[in-house]
């Protein structure tokens, strides 16, 4: 069986507009206040990259440890790198000290999913790579930690 190497894939930047898009259709995001990072699955080597192709893989170790036990022998996953405040939401101005002094407070919010076992993703339709994103990261139902290290980012769809 041919085997692919995988490795850091440079991601698409988002650009801001002055309002958003109309019409059916489109996906919105909530904003997560983070830092865009790639993770890297392939085989039983997990890493982390910054947007710059930066190796994140040590500093981010609570999320690469549970990227491991995803349900896939290769991946690359597309998201942002965030430390939650007590209400959930994003705390940007707390990220770089959790990075180095509270690395359990890291958190993965995956928004793409770029190639999966063998499969590169990247013309498939985003609604399509969403669903097999959440096929992926599937909440643990016995976990009632709202804090996992990896999870998705919720999308809604545009009806006007």
Request: aromatic residues 8%; contains cysteine.
């Amino acid at each position: 069986m041919f085997h692919q190497v995988l490795g850091f894939i440079r991601p698409e930047i988002a650009m801001l507009v002055p309002e958003p898009p109309s019409g059916k259709g489109w996906i919105h995001e909530i904003k997560h206040d983070g830092y865009r990072m790639l993770i890297v699955i392939d085989q039983n080597k997990v890493r982390a990259f910054s947007r710059h192709g930066r190796d994140w893989t040590g500093p981010y170790r609570r999320v690469v440890n549970a990227a491991t036990k995803l349900p896939c022998k290769a991946a690359l996953l597309d998201g942002e790198i965030v430390v939650q405040d007590e209400n959930g939401l994003s705390d940007f101005d707390a990220l770089r000290s959790a990075i180095h002094r509270a690395q359990n407070r890291l958190v993965f919010f995956a928004f793409d999913l770029l190639h999966l076992d063998g499969q590169d993703l990247r013309r498939t339709p985003l609604v399509e790579r969403r669903t097999a994103l959440r096929k992926l990261i599937e909440p643990d139902p016995r976990s009632v930690d709202v804090a996992a290290p990896v999870q998705n980012v919720e999308a809604f769809r545009s009806s006007c």
